[in-house]
């Protein structure tokens, strides 16, 4: 039963290659806000032809991406990418990502695609293309029954607050 989810993760994985790599073109095209930058995106083709895909990841956020005491990329994040390089049948290029700079990597083909907790957002969306999800992430606040948080005007200013990221 795992190994059947495993390669239905995998299918969808590969899915978001094929989008993300079939809604450009191989040659440097202007900019879709007409600020005349370039994009410059590999087909599925032209990956496999290289015979590298190059994959913006996180290099300090463990358990997804990170570089471990032997400098080496690991994490479930590197797994997908791993798998995805082998069914692709190329080798792998991880390129180390921040938040900040996911999008321009996309849109400048510095990466063929990102596997770093890239959450769908309207602004995003028109940037770039998403595959399918592999992870949902819950966020909420939880506070003590006798201090409930419906908005920001609920807090006071001697509240702590501890975040877990």
């Known amino acids: 039963m795992k190994k059947i989810k495993l ?8 899915a978001g290659v094929l989008a993300l790599s ?3 073109s191989s040659a440097k095209t202007a900019d879709a806000s007409g ?5 410059n995106f590999r087909t599925l083709d032209e990956i496999k032809k290289s015979g590298t895909i190059n994959i913006g990841v996180f ?8 570089v471990d005491e032997n400098g080496e990329y690991q994490g479930y994040d590197i797994y997908f990418g791993n ?3 082998k069914d692709l ?12 700079n996911r999008v321009e990597y996309l849109e400048t083909g510095k990466v063929d695609l990102i596997l770093a907790n890239f959450t769908v957002t309207p602004e995003r969306a028109e940037a770039v293309d998403f595959a399918l999800p592999y992870m949902n992430v819950g966020l909420g606040v939880i506070s ?3 201090n409930k948080i419906d908005s920001l005007d609920n807090w006071n200013p001697n509240d702590e607050m501890i975040i877990i990221s």
Do not use: Q
């Open 7 to 14: 390669i239905g993760l995998l299918g969808i994985l590969a």
């Open 22 to 24: 079939a809604c450009g």
């Open 35 to 39: 600020k005349g930058g370039k994009n």
């Open 59 to 66: 290099s300090d956020k463990n358990p997804f991406g990170y």
């Open 83 to 85: 798998r995805l390089a």
């Open 89 to 100: 049948g190329v080798k792998i290029n991880y390129v180390s990502t921040e938040a900040a």
């Open 144 to 146: 003590p029954e006798n």
